[in-house]
């Protein structure tokens, strides 16, 4: 769970606006591109410098810390690795490094809209859809544009409700998530949950890039066939 809290301060003659997001380990605060790209341009109107802070807590109880859990008068250990300034951040285009991630996140937030048409200007025209809940793949940008469509409108009718997360994958570098998949580095996927009827079920989302970074195949999965291990931020 991540909480946002908002922070206006002066110091030396110029007025800061600060977004600082908490998470409870495993996690730590994050914010997407997107709000980092909102925030900053509403700074700039209001001539203030917009900046980001993520914190980190975990329970200095061992037990606890693993649950996830934060109790009052606990003892924590804090991450912070100081305010990143968001005065001139801009949204990844597709020949940066970053645009995978991007991309991952467009992709969830599809799925919790029902809004798909975010994602059509990044398909390739050879795109491929596969998914356990489909008999056919379906080949083709048109095929999989007309699949979302009403895909979109069925997820807006509908009331169940959905709560996606990026994972990144890699052998380096520490990303949030609470999961890991064991396969190649440096893959990027989605993990979501859907509550239906009070029920949760886990849905696993593989996207696949070209060179150019268009996507060419996504995959829904079980994450029952593939193999999880806690992954830790801290």
């Known amino acids: 769970m991540t909480i946002h809290l908002h922070i206006i301060a002066n110091k030396n003659g110029k007025r800061y606006y ?5 998470g409870v380990f495993p996690y730590e605060g994050k914010i997407s591109f997107e709000m980092k790209n909102q925030f900053s341009n509403f700074c700039k109107k209001q001539d203030v410098v917009p ?3 993520s914190v980190g807590l975990m329970s200095n109880d061992p037990i606890r810390s ?8 606990d003892g924590y250990y804090i991450k912070y690795t100081g305010n990143e300034d968001l005065s001139n951040i801009t949204l990844p285009t597709q020949e940066s490094s970053e645009y995978k991630d991007y991309c991952v996140e467009k992709i969830i937030h599809a799925y919790e809209t029902g809004n798909f048409d975010i994602l059509y200007d990044d398909f390739a025209d050879d795109i491929q859809f596969h998914s356990q809940w489909v008999l056919e793949p379906m080949l083709g940008k048109d095929a999989l544009i007309n699949y979302y469509n009403g895909k979109g409108q069925a997820l807006k009718k509908s009331s169940s409700k ?3 997360s ?3 994958i890699t052998e380096n570098s520490k990303r949030n998530g609470n999961f890991i ?3 190649e580095p440096g893959k990027v996927c989605a993990l979501f949950s859907q509550e239906i009827i009070g029920e949760t079920n886990w849905i696993f989302i593989s996207p696949k890039f070209d060179e150019n970074n268009k996507l060419v195949e996504i995959a829904l999965n079980d994450p029952a066939l593939f193999t999880f291990i806690p992954y830790y931020a801290f």
């Open 181 to 183: 998949l064991m396969s």
């Open 66 to 73: 693993e649950a996830g859990l934060a109790l009052k008068y």
């Open 166 to 168: 990026a994972v990144v």
């Open 51 to 53: 900046m980001f802070a």
């Open 162 to 164: 959905l709560n996606g």
């Open 18 to 22: 600060v977004i600082v997001a908490g």
